[in-house]
């Protein structure tokens, strides 16, 4: 479904991606661990069309991605959850959803906005309960839920999330685990990019590990967890 | 216009229609009214700026050039070429709001300190072109007899009737700006300025949105400027310089930039201050206006247009403010 072929990317001379090709098949879970500063958000970002790339080249269903920027982007139906949640605190959580939804706009898209939005709220019920609370007074879970429950107001066919467990209880990201298997279960293709990557091969059917800017290995998730070498190098033991 | 009622802006009209009556009968009073219409006229320029700092989360030093933008249109237009005043009003908006897109595509790309040295140098070079244009701009000396304004042969040429005027057209801009900011494309200004990432994320064109925002802001004080020259029948550059474009700032600050009543009560403050209140300070004047504006900031940093639901929280903890 989704295809990277060696992206290279640059913050001015620095190399951030030096060639990196990655692929997530249609209805999976693809999880992208390694250490801080290997590049796992510069990829992603670089996906969503948030930064551009020197050279390489992303496409979604046969169709490129590269340089269309990220309203584009959004609009064939991929979708990122930035690092670090990224709500809007001064809105109020109904207008956070609404603004994920910002492309599908106007009357002929209503019916479909009030579906995701009830899917959303299905999905995190505490988001309904709060709905018109502002977002910055949220817990630091609850607004990851919005975050994922934001991007999914896009109707993405593929979700892209930038460590979702980041900063948060163990029992949450268990929780946000179980709701991305969850929507995964129910058509949704998944990459997910996490430091937390014990707990990320365990939801995903495939792993990549990127070290430096480079791709240093790839699996199956469960060979990955099972590989003596690559737990004690990468993924802390 | 969910957040600002219908009911308290039309609170706000009447008490604009009865306060000329009301200002003629109470002693000391009697310039209020004249006083409001320079207030009137920065309204519209701080409700723009409002959109553009409160809501989209930019920053411009250089609002007064817009200003001077529509001035001189209406000037030139009217007082050297005698074309009709609403003419001029129009093309001066729009010759404003091309200037806004084409200063405002390649500076709203930067962020913060940058963005406002920008729009503050922008703000300089148009004040220096009023200053040596002098064929058409009558150069330091300005321009004078520029004719009042007259609608369907109703002239605006009392105070009372210009203080109507103004306010009207005030509280149309509110009315507009108040459903804009309720609007989606006021939400993506919200989103823009809460987190870039986040809106570029949702497929939100930040660039576009930013430019949008600083147009708008443009319009409203060319329009500002446009009206105003035709209450005092003359400019010259100085009316718009760089301090005046500070002084804006200072407006929607001190009345609360994040809402669209900290814009006008700002407005109206500051000119009730700086051209009513401490001139009884005389010498000291400027020194009260600088301990009013840090109390202000020190203290209601959300501007005075937060105290309301200032005072009312602290009534319901309690004087000693205290949780409880």
Sequence with gaps: MLEVRDLHVYYGAVQALKGVSLEVPKGSIVTLV????????TLLKSIAGLLPSRSGSVWL???????LGAEGIVARGLCLVPEGRQVFGTLRVIDNL???????????HLAKRQELLEYVFNLFPILKERQEQYAGTL???????????????ANPRLLVLDEPSMGLAPLIVREILRVLKAMNQQGLTILLVEQNARAALKVASQGYVLETGSMVAQGEAQALLSDQNILKAYLGG | MKNISRRSLLIFAVGLAVFPWVAKMVPGLGDYPEVLIYAGVYSLITLGLSVLVGFAGQISLGHAAFFGIGAYASAVGTATYNLDPWLCLLLGGLVSMLVAFGVG???????????????????????IIFNEEVTITGGPDGLNRIPGLSLFGFEFNTTLRFYYLIWSVVLLAFWFCANL???????????????????????INISSHK?????????LASLAGSLYVHYINFINPSTCNLFFSVKLIIMIIMGGAQSLWGAVVGAVIVTFLSNEWLHAFQEW????????????????????ASLPSKVAAWRRRGPAGGAS
Excluded at chain 1, 61 to 67: A, I, R
Excluded at chain 2, 105 to 127: D, N, Q, R
């Design chain 2, 181 to 203: 900011v309720e609007s989606r494309i006021g939400r993506a200004f919200r989103a823009v300025h809460a987190s870039e990432v986040a809106a570029m994320a949702m497929g």
């Design chain 1, 139 to 153: 817990s630091g879970g609850q607004q990851q839920m919005l975050a994922i429950g934001r991007a999914i107001m």
């Design chain 2, 285 to 304: 004047e400027v020194l009260i206006y600088g301990a009013v504006l840090l109390l202000v900031i020190i203290f209601l940093p959300d501007g005075l």
């Design chain 2, 211 to 219: 430019v949008q925002a600083f147009v708008l802001s443009a319009a």
């Design chain 1, 61 to 67: 269903d046969g169709k490129e991605l590269t340089n």
């Design chain 1, 34 to 41: 390694g250490s801080n500063g290997a590049g796992k958000s």
């Design chain 2, 105 to 127: 595509v390649p500076s709203l790309k930067l962020k913060g300190h940058y963005l406002a040295m920008a729009t503050l140098a922008f703000g300089i070079i148009v004040f």
């Design chain 1, 98 to 108: 609404n603004l994920g939804a910002f492309l599908l706009r106007g009357a002929k």
